[in-house]
C-alpha cells in the first residue's frame, strides 16, 4: 500500500468514524474494491483506530482526566465500604457510616460508561468470528450498510431525543450503547450511529447522547486494538517500509477524526440522521451492484 493511499484510508476513517455512516464498512469495501493484502489488513485498521483513539484524547482530555479521577475516587469508597462491612461487628464498624459512591451526576455518568463497557466486551468477543467473516464477504458490508440506514430512518422518523440528562437518567442508556457497540464490530453498522441513535430513543438530548456515545467508544476501541494487533502481528509483515504508510494513515486518521469531532459537537442539535441514512443506501446499493 503506497502512502498516498494509506493517508486517503485515514482521511476516510477519520470521518467515518464519528459519524454515523461506520467507518470499519467504508474502509473494508476500500479494501475489497481495492484488492489490500489482507495480511496486513487488520493491522492497518488497528493503526487507524490508534489515531481516531488520539483524536479522542485531544478533544476530551479535560473530560477524560475528570473520569479517571472520579473512577479512582469511586474505587476507593467501594474498598472503605467494604472494610466498613467487615468490621461491621466491631464497635468502630458499627458507628461507621457507608459512603455514598454514586453521589453527583458526573459520578452517575462515569458509572454509566462503566456499565455500558460490559455489553460491548461480551458481543465483541462472542461475535468476533463472525464479523471476521463478515469483513472477508463480498456482500456482507453493503448488505449492513442498508441495515445500517434503516435504522438511522427510523430514528429520524420517529422524532425521538429528549431532554433527559445524567442526573434524572436510568442506566437503559449505558446498556443499550453496550449492546449497539458490541453490534457495530460488523464492518456496515456504524458505532456512532447506532449508538447515538439508542441515546435519543432513551430519551436524551443530541448533545447528550453524542457525548456519552463518543466517551463510551474510548474503551471500546482501546479493547478492539488491544485484540486486533498482537493477532495481526503473527501475519503482518512489520519492515520499516510496510510500517510507513500505517504511520502516515494513522496520522491523517487523528487529524481528520479531530475536526470531525469538533463539528460534530457544534452542529450536534442541527444534524439530522436522514442524510446519512441516505448516504448508507446510496453506499451500500451501489457496492452490492457491483459484486452481484
Known amino acids: 500500500m503506497s502512502v498516498l493511499l494509506a493517508i486517503v484510508f485515514g482521511i476516510i476513517q477519520g470521518v467515518a468514524e464519528f459519524f454515523p455512516v461506520s467507518s470499519a ?13 489482507q495480511d496486513t489488513a487488520l493491522l492497518f485498521e488497528a493503526m487507524l483506530h490508534i489515531g481516531t483513539l488520539f483524536a479522542l484524547f485531544y478533544v476530551f482530555k479535560r473530560d477524560i482526566r475528570r473520569i479517571v479521577m472520579e473512577s479512582v475516587a469511586m474505587l476507593l469508597e467501594v474498598l472503605i465500604n467494604f472494610r466498613q462491612f ?8 458499627r458507628r461507621a457510616q457507608y459512603k455514598r459512591i454514586i453521589s453527583s451526576s ?22 468476533r468470528n463472525l464479523a471476521a467473516a463478515a469483513r472477508t464477504s463480498d456482500m ?23 431532554e433527559r440528562t445524567p442526573r434524572n437518567a436510568g442506566y437503559d442508556l449505558a446498556v443499550w450503547t453496550g449492546i449497539c457497540q458490541g453490534l ?6 456504524s458505532r456512532c450511529g447506532l449508538t447515538v441513535g ?3 430513543l432513551c430519551g436524551f438530548s443530541r448533545k447528550m447522547a453524542l457525548k456519552f456515545s463518543l466517551l463510551a ?10 485484540v486486533e494487533i498482537p493477532a495481526a502481528s503473527v501475519s503482518a509483515d512489520l519492515s520499516g517500509t510496510t510500517m510507513l504508510p500505517f504511520i502516515a494513515g494513522a496520522a491523517a486518521a487523528a487529524i481528520t477524526g479531530r475536526l470531525a469531532v469538533r463539528w460534530l459537537i457544534k452542529a450536534a442539535s442541527q444534524i439530522r440522521l ?9 453506499a451500500g446499493g451501489i457496492y452490492l451492484s457491483m459484486k452481484l
Not at 110 to 127: C, D, E, Q, R, W
Not at 148 to 158: E, R, Y
Open 86 to 93: 467487615l468490621l461491621r461487628k466491631t464497635k468502630a464498624g
Open 25 to 37: 464498512g467504508q474502509v473494508t469495501i476500500m479494501e475489497n474494491l481495492l484488492n489490500v493484502n
Open 198 to 200: 439508542a441515546g435519543l
Open 217 to 226: 467508544s474510548i474503551p471500546a476501541v482501546i479493547g478492539a486494538v488491544i
Open 184 to 189: 457495530s464490530v460488523f464492518p456496515g453498522l
Open 106 to 127: 458526573y459520578r452517575r455518568f462515569v458509572f454509566m460508561l462503566v456499565i455500558s463497557m460490559i455489553p460491548t466486551a461480551l458481543l465483541g468477543f462472542l461475535a
Open 274 to 282: 436522514r442524510w446519512f441514512a441516505v448516504y448508507s443506501f446510496i
Open 140 to 162: 456482507m458490508p453493503g448488505i449492513f450498510l442498508l441495515l445500517n440506514g434503516v435504522f438511522l430512518i427510523v430514528v429520524d422518523m420517529s422524532g425521538a431525543g429528549g
